[in-house]
């Protein structure tokens, strides 16, 4: 239980810095209002899976090449900020479930509100 644990700390740590160094980074592609979510890193701290979140879903194809061609640049910075033997390489993946929840969410009530109509 206890790499559990590590990895999970290893991961707040990751997007704490991730979050703070994104405020700093001048590439274009990567839009200020990006999200850093959660962070899943391997059972051998060897990958970090980064999944973000941004406000305009137009963005997203830029955001990730952006991502991409960074993502040395970051892990660099990260190992600078971070005390650890190897940083972990940095994958970064859109994270959908904010778009699927609110999509859920709208065929629910969408499926409530005639039941409700029918009551009165």
């Known amino acids: 239980m206890q790499g559990v644990d590590r990895r999970r ?8 810095e991730l979050a703070d160094l994104l ?3 001048k590439d274009p592609r990567i839009s200020p209002m990006v999200t850093i ?13 980064v999944y973000y979140t941004i406000l305009g879903r137009e963005r997203c ?11 040395g640049y970051l892990r660099g910075k990260l190992a600078g900020r971070i005390r650890m033997k190897k940083m972990p390489q940095l994958r970064f993946h859109y994270d959908e479930s904010e778009t699927r929840a609110r999509r ?3 065929l629910l ?7 409700e109509e029918q009551d009165a």
């Open 9 to 16: 700390r290893v991961g707040e740590m990751i997007q704490r």
């Open 23 to 25: 405020r700093k980074v």
């Open 37 to 49: 979510g959660t962070v899943d890193v391997s059972r051998d701290l060897s990958y970090a899976d």
């Open 61 to 71: 194809a830029a955001t990730e090449e952006g991502f991409r061609q960074a993502a």
């Open 104 to 106: 859920l969410d709208g």
């Open 109 to 115: 009530s969408s499926t409530v509100r005639p039941a």
